[in-house]
């Protein structure tokens, strides 16, 4: 796969990675129209799985990409946003978070911290923007607070997150009796592909603008 070294690189990159996910969605879409009332309901199930699995995945692409592209430029994170440094220490932080650590452990992360500002980003822990296979609102919130981008655009879209992708796909997942109506076949395709958008655009916003460095 290639790598977005530049600006353009990202933008196609993200691009691509969101034009198949939405061509198999609008595809399934068209299938459902075509079928019949028993295989209607089956590919009705589908479609909830793979909205959430095409949500999920386009997220977690995304981000990746976007930190990617930061890292490859090298920058000194004193010429990039704070969050960046604080996304460097954060897997440390979660360790003394979970461990017994010594006083000395403590102050060397301190000191570490201290002496970081001229070091350079040059690659990022991918565990930061792990979905954990359950993207709902509360992980969603993190992944934008790593890449830098507010979350408020979201928060009126909560509970279709949770309930209609997460949920009913966990239950699908587990080989429960959950369907949805054809009436609802719009509304959940054109939700998903409209969050993926808005989380698309909100990185490749950062990246065109360059807001991603300090201020």
Known sequence: MSKPYTEDDFTHLLTTDRTWRIKEISDLKSAIRNADAALEKVLLRALVTISYAHWEGHVKNAARLYLTHIA??????????????????????TALSTNRTSLAARCELLEDVLAASEQQFSR??????????????????????????????????????DTI?????????????????????????????????????????KVQLKTYRAA
């Open 165 to 205: 992708l997460l949920k009913r796909r966990n239950s699908i997942a587990h080989g429960e009796e959950t369907f949805i109506e054809k009436t609802d076949l719009d509304d959940l395709s054109t939700k998903t592909i409209s969050l993926m958008r808005m989380f698309g655009d909100g990185l490749d916003n």
């Open 72 to 93: 490859l430029r090298k920058f000194p994170f004193s010429k990039l946003d704070n969050q960046f440094l604080k996304n460097y220490f954060l897997p440390r932080l």
């Open 124 to 161: 990022f822990n991918p565990d930061l923007v792990n979905a954990r296979s359950n993207l709902n609102a509360e992980v969603l919130r993190e992944i934008c607070i790593v890449c830098g981008i507010p979350f408020e655009p979201f928060e009126t879209h909560e509970s279709f997150i």
